[in-house]
């Protein structure tokens, strides 16, 4: 059974930083991209980074979307089957639920990995940043 647990959210001031974890079982989630979402209050779900697979034929690159860029780094623990999302100098509009995602039809990650369907998710962590 595919299952994606995320951990690692709480409230930080603005300026801080966090680290989510999104730990899978079922699967090895090296041979698959994975993707995390966020989702604020009132707000669409907007993609936030993804890092594809690493098993010899991909390269396991990641791609962010412009708001987080040169703050947040997207990286993989193959032996925990766990991806992590690093998450520094945060911000109030970071504030939201964030989710990881997989599917076993995506290998790659790319600025158009937001836009296609998804079959597993997490069931989320809330990042809260205020002072």
């Known amino acids: 059974q595919v299952q994606l647990v995320e951990s690692g959210g709480g409230l930080v001031q603005p300026g801080g930083s966090l680290r989510l974890s999104c730990a899978a079982s079922?699967?090895?989630?090296?041979?698959?991209?994975i993707a995390w979402f966020r989702q604020a209050p009132e707000k669409e779900r907007e993609g936030v980074s993804c890092?594809?697979?690493?098993?010899?034929?991909?390269?396991?690159?990641?791609d962010y979307t412009d708001s987080v860029k040169g703050r947040f780094t997207l990286f993989r623990d193959n032996e925990k089957n766990t991806v992590y999302l690093q998450m520094n100098s945060l911000k109030p509009e970071d504030t939201a639920v964030y989710y990881c995602?997989?599917?076993?039809?995506?290998?790659?990650?790319?600025?158009?990995?937001?836009?296609?369907?998804?079959?597993?998710w997490g069931q989320g962590t809330q990042v809260t940043v205020s002072s």
């Open positions: 079922g699967f090895s989630l090296e041979y698959y991209a």
């Open positions: 995602a997989t599917d076993p039809q995506w290998r790659l990650c790319s600025g158009t990995s937001y836009r296609r369907p998804y079959d597993y």
């Open positions: 890092i594809g697979a690493r098993d010899g034929y991909t390269d396991g690159s990641t």
